[in-house]
């Protein structure tokens, strides 16, 4: 072999292994979309061609574990921070900081002061600063200015603007002349039908039918605007529902004083602040008042719901069995149908499906946390996670093997306390990185030999030359 061709094959080997690590997954376009309420198993309840055409074609996570509590702000923020509530520090729709001695209230809408959102800094941000851009089309928290920025594009909130105007947007974003690479679509059903009917009713049939609709349109859209193929979308949901009954309520008014304590945030997980010098009264009046209600003071929350170390979790909390409500009185506001109950119960989980060029084809699998989602979407969107609670080897499996590698990202395998920022994080690499690293390497090493032998090769007939010289003196001696 002459040196040209080695170079050659010198060449070919660098070539793979710069395809390996070096194919920017700038090429990666995410859209990542919520339809509220979104059980996991809706998707059985009436025939749904569009979502079972995702499944088809894409891949698909049966259960999917999400934080506690179970509640639309906590976990909205969750699947695009990766942290648990208690870390992110949006633990509930209603909340009360006494540090800030400030409320935020999703009922009111009082959602939008920045202080309550910036123990964490969402993907859009990370996004952004690593200089990328991002649109947001109502997904909870895009339009509120967090660590002083907004989504590079997104729209104010509001409930009237159709499924198809949003649409329009986010395709307008993906095709603009700086186009967007990350896009987070939001729609509030079937969460506000499953409320007021409740998931068990026969009404829930034709709002998951419609949702199927919605998404058929979605699809329709991007494949008229050639992204059908080349944009990876996330379809999921921020929790499930159960059914509740009025004859499954929990009155707080029946064994406490309600001029003892404030009521933060009420079903399924009361969040209660006693008055001052109350605390004793009102946990021994709550504590073993109702067999399906479990009454922990702060410090006795269990470890596994990651719901504790933040100021903005109250010094009692309350939280009832499935299906059953807690009322302060039976006067109040009840719902058919509600959440927030403990993570673990599959009637609080979501849906998860993924369609695009970085998935998988076909491909189910069994479970996944949505803390799981954050490092996943880092990977896709090539840009370094923040800290997180997450894991990407939980789902790693979802993709391709021949998923660019991204930029190796942080990962926390322990639960981040809020005393303990984060920061202490441990790499993670991927298979295909292994794979890549393994392959370019061989590539380097067969070549090498090669040409090695080849060299020695063709140095052997001055050799025997040599050695016949050598020989000679001996054989006249
Ligand atoms: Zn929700």
New binding site residues.
């Given amino acids: 072999m002459t040196p040209k061709p080695f170079m050659v094959s010198f060449a070919l080997a660098a070539l793979t292994l710069s395809t390996t690590f070096c194919l920017q997954p700038d090429q990666q376009k995410v859209l990542l979309v919520s339809f ?2 979104f059980r996991w198993d809706y998707l059985y309840k009436v025939p749904t061609p569009h979502f079972h055409h995702v499944l088809k074609y894409g891949a698909h996570v049966k259960q999917v574990t999400n934080v506690f509590i179970t ?2 702000y906590p ?2 923020y969750s699947l695009v921070t990766g942290l648990f509530a208690e870390n992110h520090g949006i633990v509930a729709n209603d909340m009360f900081d006494p540090i800030l001695n400030k409320s935020f209230s999703l009922d009111h809408m009082n959602i939008y002061d920045s202080e309550f959102w910036e123990e964490a800094t969402p993907i859009w941000i990370t996004n952004q600063r690593a200089g990328h851009t991002s649109g947001a089309a109502m997904w909870p928290g895009t339009d509120v200015k967090i660590h002083d920025s907004f989504p590079t594009y997104y729209l104010p909130y509001n409930q009237s603007v159709s499924f198809e105007d949003r649409v329009a947007k986010i395709i307008e974003w993906f095709t603009s002349k700086d186009p967007i690479n990350f896009g987070l679509l939001y729609w509030e059903e079937p ?1 506000d039908t499953g409320h007021s009917v409740g998931p068990d009713s026969p009404l829930m049939g034709p709002v998951i039918s419609d949702i199927d609709h919605k998404l058929g349109y979605l699809i329709k859209m991007l494949k008229k605007a050639k992204l059908w193929n080349n944009v990876n979308l996330i379809i999921t ?3 499930g529902m159960t059914q509740c009954s009025k004859e499954r309520v929990i009155e707080l008014d029946q064994y406490v004083d309600k001029d003892h304590y404030t009521l933060i945030d009420q079903s399924p997980v009361a969040a209660i602040l006693p008055k001052e010098g109350k605390f004793d009264e009102v946990y021994e009046a709550l504590a073993e008042a109702h067999p399906n209600l479990t009454v922990y003071k702060k410090e006795e929350i269990p470890e596994k719901w990651h719901y504790k170390y933040n100021d903005r979790i109250q010094p009692i909390v309350a939280v009832a069995d499935e299906g059953w409500y807690i009322l302060q009185n039976k006067s109040d506001d009840f719902l058919l149908g509600n ?1 927030g109950y403990d993570n673990a119960l599959a009637e609080m989980h979501p849906i998860f499906l993924a369609h695009g060029p970085a998935f998988r084809k076909n491909v189910t699998k069994e479970a996944m946390n949505s803390t799981d989602l954050y490092p996943l979407l880092c990977h896709l969107l090539n840009i370094t996670a923040m800290p997180h609670n997450g894991s990407f080897r939980n789902v790693q499996d979802l993709l391709n093997s021949a998923t660019p590698k991204a930029i190796p990202y942080t990962q926390s395998t322990t639960p981040l306390l809020s005393s303990e920022k984060p920061g202490e994080c441990e790499q993670e690499e991927s298979y295909p990185y292994f794979i890549g690293i393994s392959l370019g390497s061989i590539i380097v090493i067969v070549f090498s030999v090669v040409f090695i032998k080849h060299l020695i090769h063709s140095q052997v007939p001055a050799l025997q030359y040599m050695q016949v010289e050598i020989a000679q003196p001996l054989l006249q001696a």
Avoid: A, F, I
């Fill in positions: 509220d309420g509640k639309t976990n909205h969460d949901s921020d929790h959440h």
